[in-house]
């Protein structure tokens, strides 16, 4: 059973700080990677594709790759109030190009 | 450009009943994915369908069936309703297996 593992939380963070996300998964064949951001009661919505091992910024968002070591993470800089809300990683598998594995999500709670 | 679109919002069923949930995927999109989140857990992975064929499917029973049209659009159908059945039940589309999956705003069903 390929799985992808995350902390549940609640991660508190104070406004104006870094939040740090990570996740772990099983699959050694995984090619892609993937954030989603959920708010109560709402649909996850994508914030981060990554591919290569590395960083990728996009704004306040960073996502890392380290493939060797199954581990991807999402860091928030600047963090706001409004980025409070249940962050997933997912993971394609790398065997069936269809099927994306998702974590159970972390709960992220920024503290004004 | 409109998203991926469901229907209905809200949906109640009696145990034993049979419920029937729609999906219209983002234009030109032709994967379209369903997944269950049940209250406190995370996304559970149900059917893919790609240009009106079911590709892959989850750990689900085969109560659990749907469809693809060839304007892309889906349609999952829950036969024999269950109590656990009770979730929210989201659709996402991709342009292809291997893009990045959008989601809609989903379908919450409620079984009594």
């Known amino acids: 059973q390929k799985e992808v593992e995350q902390n549940s939380g609640p991660l508190s963070v104070p406004e104006g700080a870094i939040a740090s996300l990570n996740c772990t998964y099983s699959d050694r064949v995984s090619q892609s990677f993937f954030w989603y951001r959920q708010y109560s009661g709402k649909s996850p919505e994508l914030i981060m594709s990554?591919?290569?091992?590395g960083d990728k910024e996009d704004g306040r968002f960073t996502a890392q790759l380290n493939k060797a070591s199954q581990y991807v993470s999402l860091l928030i800089r600047d963090s706001q109030p409004s980025d409070s809300a249940t962050y997933l990683c997912?993971?394609?598998?790398?065997?069936?190009?269809?099927?994306?594995?998702f974590g159970s999500g972390t709960r992220l709670s920024i503290r004004p | 450009e409109a998203g991926v679109t469901q229907s209905p919002t809200h949906l109640i069923k009696t145990r034993g009943q049979q419920a029937t949930l729609r999906c219209s995927p983002i234009?030109?999109?032709?994967?379209v994915y369903w997944y269950q989140q049940a209250l406190g857990l995370g996304l559970q992975f149900l059917l893919w369908?790609?240009?009106?064929?079911?590709?892959n499917r989850g750990n689900f029973p085969p109560r659990f069936s749907g469809r693809q049209f060839p304007n892309y659009s889906s349609e999952l159908n829950v036969n024999a309703l269950e109590l656990e059945d009770s979730a929210l039940y989201l659709c996402?589309?991709?342009?292809?297996?291997?893009?990045?999956?959008?989601f809609g705003p989903g379908t919450r069903l409620t079984v009594l």
């Open positions: 997912a993971v394609r598998e790398g065997s069936s190009a269809s099927k994306i594995i």
């Open positions: 990554i591919y290569s091992n």
């Open positions: 369908y790609d240009e009106g064929e079911e590709r």
């Open positions: 996402a589309s991709a342009g292809s297996a291997y893009n990045e999956q959008f």
């Open positions: 234009s030109g999109h032709t994967s």
